[in-house]
């Protein structure tokens, strides 16, 4: 594509697919209202999630306990007719405590014994993965590979999982004591990193006010899953352009270190930059993020818009920044103002060479 294919792209959008357009987006705003009758604030969170479950991407959360993070992945369930489990993950948490166990049966009509497939938890179509970093490295393991292959393996046997698929694993900062942190390779295979924060004073408020209350609210169904699946497949056909592309690579490759043309902080603050699936990220996170807008093309904004929930779990900041009290935020935030987003710099072949910034 050409540096102008943005506006073609669009133009020639099937009817059907201009309608899905406009479908999300309504759907879009009548799940927002769905989820306020039970959440009190977190617009951010609760957006940043719906552009992983229309990119097919999984998510991790990390917040302090409290925050309504179980609350807030039912509802969102709720609103999209899908089944939903809740996983506690515990230091005892075996395996098959999450994909399922094969169980000795007789056979009422032959008499025989035979091994029966019992599916646990994870078939469902919204899991949570309630604080994953409580739970071993295998265990750990087991849900990761799950997410990846969309099956679960057993007596030499496959068993699908139902798409849509989605695991929102939850962390919690505070509590580091019999923990078994995600390494920088699984944490990769997460779509995005929510941040959940504190809420603010009248949110605090209004929060009291109902939940304390006499009446309950749940949110209505909204959305079919035969129409997440068809909406999945309309993000994926959405275009974008050849500039969009080249700023969202130029963005990832200037994290590396050990890129030629990588900006100086990158080597004074970095130890690793994002890899290859950043970049993968960004663009199926700007894709969502744009239908959800009634956009059918994929702007710069897109791009800038996600880069913090894509890129803070994939670059590894270094002593120097952390002694300088920079966290990934602030150092993607740097990125993201050096980075120039001018459409015209983006010539279709080749990316303009900046001057370093130290």
């Not at 000795?104 to 599916?119: A, H, I, N, S």
């Not at 899991?127 to 990846?148: C, F, G, S, Y």
């Not at 699908?160 to 390494?183: D, M």
């Not at 990193?193 to 609210?217: C, F, H, Q, S």
């Amino acid at each position: 594509m050409s540096e102008d294919t943005s506006s073609v792209g669009a133009g020639s959008a099937s009817a059907d697919d201009a309608k899905a357009v406009a479908r999300l987006q309504q759907a879009r705003d009548r799940i927002l209202a769905e989820i306020r009758k039970v959440i009190v604030g977190q617009e951010q969170v609760i957006d940043e999630m719906m552009t992983a479950i229309f990119s097919k991407g999984h998510c991790l959360l990390v917040g302090v306990p409290g925050l309504a993070k179980t609350l807030l992945v039912s509802s969102l369930a709720k609103t999209l007719s899908l089944s939903f489990k809740r996983i506690q993950f515990t230091p005892d948490l075996m395996p098959s405590d999450i994909t399922g166990t094969e169980i000795l049966q007789d056979d009422p009509t032959t008499g025989e014994r035979r091994f029966k497939f019992v599916k646990g938890p994870v078939f469902a179509n919204i899991i949570l993965a309630d604080e994953i970093n409580r739970t071993p490295p295998k265990t750990q393991a087991a849900l990761l590979e799950a997410m990846q292959e969309k099956k679960i393996s057993a007596g030499g046997d496959d068993y699908p999982l139902e798409e849509p698929f989605f695991v929102l694993a939850t962390q919690n900062p505070i509590e580091q004591e019999g923990t078994y942190p995600l390494p920088e390779a699984q944490l990769d295979r997460f779509l995005f990193n929510i941040l959940v924060d504190y809420p603010d004073w009248g949110e605090e408020i209004e929060i009291m006010k109902r939940v304390t209350g006499a009446v309950e609210v749940a949110p209505a169904d909204v959305m079919s899953r035969e129409e997440i699946l068809g909406l999945q497949a309309l993000v994926r056909r959405a275009p974008v352009a050849d500039h969009i592309y080249h700023y969202a690579a130029k963005l990832v490759r200037s994290t590396r270190p050990n890129e030629a043309d990588a900006p100086d902080m990158a080597r004074e603050w970095l130890s690793y930059g994002a890899g290859p699936r950043a970049s993968l990220n960004l663009i199926l996170g700007g894709k969502a993020r744009a239908v959800l807008r009634g956009r059918y093309h994929v702007a710069i904004e897109d791009i800038q818009a996600i880069a913090l929930p894509v890129l803070r779990h994939r670059i590894i900041p270094n002593f120097a920044a952390r002694s300088e009290g920079l966290t990934a935020d602030d150092i993607i935030r740097k990125f993201l103002e050096i980075i120039p987003a001018d459409e015209r710099l983006y010539d279709g072949k080749s990316v303009a060479a900046e001057p370093k910034v130290s």
